[in-house]
């Protein structure tokens, strides 16, 4: 009777892991701009269509079912950014990576930043998520820098805010704008968030 016992324990145990979800994470990526507001434009690129173009790079290349990718917006249209923000703390995600394109007068400023807030309730988790972008991208030519922008200081997750490169600079606007630059600025955020 007690190795029936211990058999039936086995089994229920057995079964109800069988039967136990893995934890899904949820990652917001806020894509910037849209609609009306095309953000920075250079030689008819515009920022708005590159963090679009990108954002679902990011989708598309995620192959793993526990992971949940959801982006602010999928198409052309404008959301301000306390919109932006309610959008998000209502998603409750895991953490969330903001995707911008830099612009500056002087077409020699390239490479990446990433912006953080003291001021974010998760600012430690924030801290580390800041690190692990730094980290994914080949090149070096990366930032981590603290400001106190709307999204950074108003969503109650973790979350980074990304300038992908200057589109005012030849050799970033090259990887800002092509397909293979593209793909691998998505390949190296969903390193982060897989």
């Known amino acids: 009777m007690k190795n029936l016992m211990k058999f039936i324990g086995l089994a229920f145990l057995t079964i109800t892991l069988a039967f136990t979800t893995v934890d899904k994470k949820t990652i917001v990526i806020d894509v910037s701009h849209g609609g009306h507001d095309n953000g920075t434009i250079v030689n008819g690129y515009n920022e708005k269509g590159i963090a679009l173009n990108i954002a679902n790079k990011i989708k598309e290349l995620n192959k793993n079912s526990n992971l949940e990718i959801i982006l602010t917006r999928d198409s052309d249209k404008f959301l301000s950014l306390n919109e932006r923000a309610e959008q998000i703390n209502k998603l409750k995600p895991d953490f969330v990576i903001s995707l911008h394109v830099n612009a500056a007068d002087d077409k020699k400023e390239s490479g990446k930043e990433i912006f953080v807030s003291d001021k974010n309730k998760q600012k430690e988790k924030s801290g580390s998520l800041a690190l692990e972008l730094f980290y994914s991208f080949k090149d070096r030519n990366v930032e981590i820098k603290k400001a106190d922008f709307y999204l950074l200081k108003n969503v109650e997750y973790p979350i980074a805010l990304?300038?992908?490169?200057?589109?005012?600079?030849?050799?970033?606007?090259?990887?800002?704008?092509?397909?293979?630059?593209?793909?691998?600025?998505?390949?190296?955020?969903?390193?982060v968030i897989k």
């Open 162 to 191: 990304l300038e992908l490169g200057y589109l005012t600079n030849e050799n970033d606007r090259e990887v800002l704008t092509t397909e293979k630059g593209q793909s691998e600025l998505a390949e190296s955020i969903l390193n």
